[in-house]
Nanobody, 118 residues
Framework: QVQLVESGGGLVQAGGSLRLSCAAS????????MGWFRQAPGKQRELVAA???????NYVDSVKGRFTISRDNAKSTVYLQMNSLKPEDTATYYC????????????WGQGTQVTVSS
């Protein structure tokens, strides 16, 4: 069983920055593939950024160059650094874990709200 707890959301003005954190339980965090998703009201949940167990990353086009996903295996934590925030980034952000590149995201956090004002 894997438990994920997000933190770091809040209200920020357009152009500002936030860093989200997701602390994971489990002794094998380093082997997890981690992702950050977001869901805005009335929209489908989308994968924003992902990081493999080896540190490879990928991003949805709308956040490339602005968001950075990283992980600290010693702290069992994955981060999402969000810069140059836009009002359209407003959403509930969730972290999720899976055990391999072809596995579904099985474990989810409770979500943290990010609101970007114009």
């Amino acid at each position: 069983q894997v438990q994920l707890v997000e933190s770091g959301g809040g209200l920020v003005q357009a152009g500002g920055s936030l860093r989200l954190s997701c602390a994971a339980s489990g002794r094998t965090f380093s082997s997890y593939f981690m992702g950050w998703f977001r869901q805005a009201p009335g929209k489908q949940r989308e994968l924003v950024a992902a990081i493999s167990s080896g540190g490879s990353t990928n991003y949805v086009d709308s956040v490339k160059g602005r968001f950075t996903i990283s992980r600290d295996n010693a702290k069992s934590t994955v981060y999402l650094q969000m810069n140059s925030l836009k009002p359209e980034d407003t959403a509930t952000y969730y972290c999720a874990a899976r055990f391999g590149p072809h596995s579904p995201y099985t474990y989810w956090g409770q979500g943290t709200q990010v609101t970007v004002s114009s």
